[in-house]
Nanobody, 119 residues
């Protein structure tokens, strides 16, 4: 069983930045992703990163503002969020895949961290 623990959420003004972290338990490396869900909306696939970190994906809604990265030694994935907008307000979840390819579906999920962007 893999445990994913997110941190780094909080309240920030529009235009500000936050960096989310997700630590995966165990020694195995996983392809990882970030999702978000705003109240009353479906879960949105935000970003993904491959096992090696060499390949990444960012949704059009965050491209140019958010960057996914990973520190293999720390088994940690990050989501750097810049130029935040009120519409970025959501609970952000990280996810891990047992497959070697990047992207959904994912097998394990974190508990989520709240990001609130004020206007």
């Amino acid at each position: 069983q893999v445990q994913l623990v997110e941190s780094g959420g909080g309240l920030v003004q529009a235009g500000g930045s936050l960096r989310l972290s997700c630590v995966a338990s165990g020694r195995s490396r996983y392809a990882m992703g970030w999702f978000r869900q705003a109240p009353g909306k479906e879960r949105e696939y935000v970003a993904a990163i491959s096992l090696s970190g060499g390949n990444t994906y960012h949704a059009d809604s965050v491209k140019g503002r958010f960057t996914i990265s990973r520190d293999i030694a720390k088994n940690t994935v990050y989501l750097q969020m810049n130029s935040l907008k009120p519409e970025d307000t959501a609970v952000y979840y990280c996810a891990a895949s047992l497959r070697t390819t990047m992207g959904p579906p994912y097998d394990y999920w974190g508990q989520g961290t709240q990001v609130t962007v004020s206007s």
